[in-house]
Nanobody, 122 residues
Framework: QVQLVESGGGLVQAGGSLRLSCAAS????????MAWFRQAPGKERGFVAA????????SYANSVKGRFTISRDNARNTVYLQMNSLKPEDTAVYYC???????????????WGQGTQVTVSS
């Protein structure tokens, strides 16, 4: 069992930056692939980024490629999402997720956090 707690969301102007963190409980964090998803009002939850257990493979949604960076610190049981050049369309609740396989398909991930709100004003 893994419990995930996101933090770092907030209100930022377009062009600004935020860094999201997701702290995981348990000793097995390093054995899970991690990902970030987001859900905007009235839309389905969508993939943002994923990282394998040792960071050897990273993938991004096309909409965030070049602006967002996912990373993890297995010693701290934490995964991060650095978000730069934010746009109003990035406004959403951001969720981190843990699973045994990485990828953009949400059913791959067994464990989910409660989410953190990111609002980008124009």
């Amino acid at each position: 069992q893994v419990q995930l707690v996101e933090s770092g969301g907030g209100l930022v102007q377009a062009g600004g930056s935020l860094r999201l963190s997701c702290a995981a409980s348990g000793r097995t964090f390093s054995s899970y692939a991690m990902a970030w998803f987001r859900q905007a009002p009235g839309k389905e939850r969508g993939f943002v980024a994923a990282i394998t257990t040792n960071g050897g493979r990273i993938s991004y949604a096309n909409s965030v490629k070049g602006r967002f960076t996912i990373s993890r610190d297995n010693a701290r049981n934490t995964v991060y999402l650095q978000m730069n050049s934010l746009k109003p369309e990035d406004t959403a609740v951001y969720y981190c997720a843990a699973g045994t396989s990485d990828g953009a398909y949400s059913p791959l991930y067994e464990f989910w956090g409660q989410g953190t709100q990111v609002t980008v004003s124009s």
